[in-house]
């Protein structure tokens, strides 16, 4: 008796199986209907959206942090000449000479006024390349919030809606 059923059950197991595999195909193709939908919605760059990760913000960081290295160290020596000026004028007037005495030689040698000129030619230079250098980072920080809440507002179309209550 169980001859009877053996070739109804290899076509009902046979049969069991071919449905699994349309159902999994179903599923599969289901899937990546989903995920290439998912992709065709713009997507924002990572380096849009962390400017630790821009490089080319990173690199011009980098050169406005040398520029003011160098900077720095040119007015580093300036500052030393004009320290060696007033050492060389102070030894050339009277012992009991006041600040005021001592302000007035100083004018008259051209050395200490071109050197005073230029460090106040420096300082403005180093002020401005501050300023760019915060203007910068000022406008990629709020250009990166801007990114950001453009990802979010993406991120919130692509979930479906739900209320609570």
Do not use: H
Not at 6 to 16: C, D, I, S, V, W
Not at 34 to 59: F, H, M, V
Not at 99 to 105: E, I
């Amino acid at each position: 008796m169980t001859a009877g059923f053996g070739k109804p059950m290899r076509t009902a197991g046979f049969l069991l199986l071919v449905s699994m595999f349309f159902v999994a195909l179903w599923l599969f193709v289901g899937k990546t209907k989903s995920a290439s939908s998912g992709a065709q919605q713009p997507s924002i760059p990572e380096a849009a959206l962390n400017r630790a990760k821009d490089t080319n913000y990173i690199q011009r960081l980098a050169a406005m942090a040398r520029e003011q290295s160098r900077q720095s160290m040119d007015a580093v020596k300036t500052q030393n000449m004009l320290t060696q000026c007033v050492l060389r004028v102070r030894a050339t007037l009277p012992k009991n000479a006041d600040a005021s005495a001592l302000q007035a030689a100083l004018e008259k040698d051209e050395t200490w006024v071109k050197l005073a000129a230029q460090e106040k030619q420096q300082r403005d230079e180093a002020a401005r390349l501050q300023a760019e250098a915060i203007s910068t980072v000022r406008q990629r920080m709020q250009a990166e919030a801007v990114m950001q809440k453009k990802q979010a507002d993406l991120q919130a179309q692509k979930s479906p809606k739900t209320t609570t209550r």
